[in-house]
Structures are given as C-alpha cells and as structure tokens.
C-alpha cells in the first residue's frame, strides 16, 4: 500500500495567525484588573493604592508582549509544521493564555494581602512562568530533532543552543520568589524587569546571524508564501 501524501496547510502563518490570537486575548484579559476609584472624594488614594495591580499588569504585559515577539522570531525560521509541532505551539499557548488568572492574584495579595498571601501569589506566577519556558524547551528540543520543519538557511544547531534560554526561563522566577520572603515588592519590580533578557535575545543567544548561508543563492530571493509554506504531516 502506497503511503498517502502529505496534506498541506495555506502555509504555516495559519498557525502564526492563530497563536496571535490567543496571545492578543490574554494580553487583553490584563485589562480587566485594572479598577476605577471606589470610594467618593478618595479618589486620587484610591489610584495610588492600587500600584501593585499596574506593575502586575506592566509585568505580565511585557511578559506576553515579548512571548508574542519570540513566537514571531521562531516562526521566520520555521518551513514546515507537523502534529507534533502544532501541540507543542498548543502547550506554549495554553502557558501563555492562564497568565491573567496569577497576574490577578498577584494584583490582589500585593494590594490586600498578608505577607504570606503574598508570597503564595509569587509562587504561582513563578510556576506559571516556569511551565511557559518548559514549553519553549519543549519546542526548541523538537526543533533540535526535527530539522526537516525548518528553513534552508536555519541549522538545527541553533535550536539546541537556544534550549539555554529555555533552561534560564525555568529556574529564574525562582529569584523573585526568594526575594520575596523578605521584600514582595521589590519582588514585583524585579518580576517587570526579568522578561527583557528575552526581548533582547529574540533573535537567539547568537543573534539574527546564527542561521547557516542558504545552500541555493537564490533562495535567499524566493517569496516569503513560498518559504513559509506549512506542511501538516499525518
């Protein structure tokens, strides 16, 4: 019996197209903790009471917007998708769309908190945060053994690099966590800065130029639908 050919998608920015989706509803979601002034002629300490919910919601909007421009780095890398490939895009996403549930309670306990709920609310944005960069191990180490999904010009030896980014991901929001034993937030502040190690290193650890020549000089010319074609393997 022959084998069946593969089916193929519109082109792999179908899954680009859906990802930017989810990624643009939970960015959204963010929004929603964000309160008015409750108590009349309070109105201007009402807003300042609030500044744990804004530097949660900077925090977790910086965090999505940088996931959002590393899914469209890794992407401009990739030919070809397959089911494999699609349910780690789908572990990624599920990680990424459950952030407004600890932005939330982090805004909360910041706000009204003991010193214990405090810490119990970093615990579960860290895991959260953990879980998402597992996801991007996940994919990259797929990557890794899969090279037939990528680009001419990307090598596999890129994607085995950037598993240490994913490696740093994990146990990073750690440091919050024990920073917040003592200080929850300063804890907070540090949790807005950590995502821009990974809006600087998007491109990956070695920059935009870690991708091997294009065995074919003309590749380099060929139209960005045809380079981006998707196949979905069966």
Not at 29 to 37: I, M, N, S
Not at 209 to 220: G, K, L, S, V
């Amino acid at each position: 019996m022959s084998t069946p050919p593969p089916r193929i998608l519109a082109e792999s920015n179908r899954v680009e197209a859906f990802s930017d989706g989810v990624l643009a509803i939970a960015i959204t979601l963010l929004v929603l903790d964000l309160h008015t002034a409750g108590h009349p002629g309070h109105v201007g300490g009402d807003l300042l009471a609030q500044w744990p919910t804004y530097l949660a919601y900077v925090a977790s909007f910086i965090y999505i917007g940088v996931v959002w421009v590393n899914h469209h780095a890794l992407f401009n890398r990739i030919a070809s998708v397959d089911t494999g490939l699609l349910w780690c895009n789908l572990a990624l996403l599920l990680a990424a769309s459950v952030l407004p549930f600890p932005t939330a309670e982090l805004a909360f306990a910041m706000g009204q908190g003991t010193h214990g709920d405090k810490v119990s609310a970093l615990v579960l944005y860290a895991v959260i945060s953990s879980a998402m960069a597992a996801t991007w191990l996940i994919m990259f180490s797929y990557l890794h053994r899969h090279p037939r999904l990528l680009r001419d010009d990307v090598t596999a030896a890129f994607f085995r690099t950037e598993r240490l980014r994913a490696v740093a991901g994990i146990i990073a929001p750690a440091v919050p966590v024990l920073i917040g034993l003592a200080s929850p937030p300063l804890a907070l502040v540090t949790m807005v800065a950590m995502p821009v190690f990974y809006a600087i290193t998007a491109e990956g650890l070695r920059g935009p130029r870690a991708a091997a020549p294009p065995a074919d000089p003309q590749a380099a010319y060929q139209p960005a639908s045809r380079r981006s074609r998707g196949i979905f393997r069966r």
